[in-house]
């Protein structure tokens, strides 16, 4: 009977561990790769403006953080530690989680967008692959006529005779330079001003910072 017990507990934890990241364990790239994104997962393909680029970590195991994003200490205000819960209902996610949305986005998914939340100065500096820039200022500091076109070209929103009706609307993952950034939380802010439902709007509050300080792959945007 215990010989049993604990042949179904083993199998159990086996399950379990096995079981993370979507298709982890279809990966089947266990060697090779020094530094892995997980135990199982060394690179995650993505499209990006028409070109497949490898998202994977620094091999360096020497490398140290951009300096862009070394700066532990930030005059508050404006640069304050965000909430972990920006709105009921609004998901944050981390690491992982992003990764998954990119891949949606690269297999084709139109229902998800990934956006860069920060100016423009900053992208060109360097980005995640796979998102598109959509500065806090646009949704922010912009006409309403401009702000409802933008709603209609890029997030599925339509428009009725005096209403926006969401019920196609686009699941959208925010982020900006990381914890300490308000420029994705101003987005989603503004969008839930606008109506958008709560949740399908995802928060990744780590940002560019928490991304740098894994070694994970950054391209440098067009001015």
């Known amino acids: 009977m215990l010989k049993t ?11 379990y561990s096995t079981t993370s990241f979507g298709d982890e364990e279809s990966s089947g790239k266990t060697e090779g790769l020094k530094v892995k994104i ?8 993505i499209k ?18 951009n300096p862009a994003f070394a700066k532990t200490s930030r005059k508050c ?6 909430p972990l819960i920006l709105a009921p209902g609004v998901e944050t996610i981390g690491e992982r989680k992003m990764l998954e949305y990119l891949q949606q986005v690269s297999s084709g998914n139109d229902n998800v967008l990934v956006i860069d939340s920060r100016s423009r100065p900053w992208v060109v500096r360097g980005t995640i692959p ?26 599925g929103v339509t428009r009725g005779d005096s209403l926006l009706n969401f019920t196609y609307a686009k699941t959208l993952v925010l982020f900006c330079n990381g914890l300490w950034c308000g420029q ?4 989603i802010k503004s969008l839930l001003k606008l109506g ?6 995802k928060y990744y509050r780590g940002g560019m910072q928490a991304w740098e300080s894994l070694g994970l792959t950054t391209i440098k945007a067009e001015k």
């Open 5 to 15: 017990i604990l042949s179904a507990l083993s199998l159990l934890m086996l399950s």
């Open 38 to 45: 997980t135990r199982q997962i060394e690179t995650v393909d």
């Open 48 to 65: 990006h403006e028409g070109k497949t680029i490898s998202i994977q970590r620094n091999q360096n195991t020497k490398n140290l953080i």
């Open 77 to 82: 205000p404006p640069f304050c530690i965000q």
């Open 130 to 155: 796979g998102t598109i820039n959509i500065p806090f200022k646009t949704l922010s500091k912009n006409t309403e006529e401009n702000i409802t076109d933008i709603l209609e070209d890029e997030f």
């Open 184 to 187: 994705a939380p101003t987005n």
């Open 196 to 201: 958008y439902p709560a949740h399908k709007l």
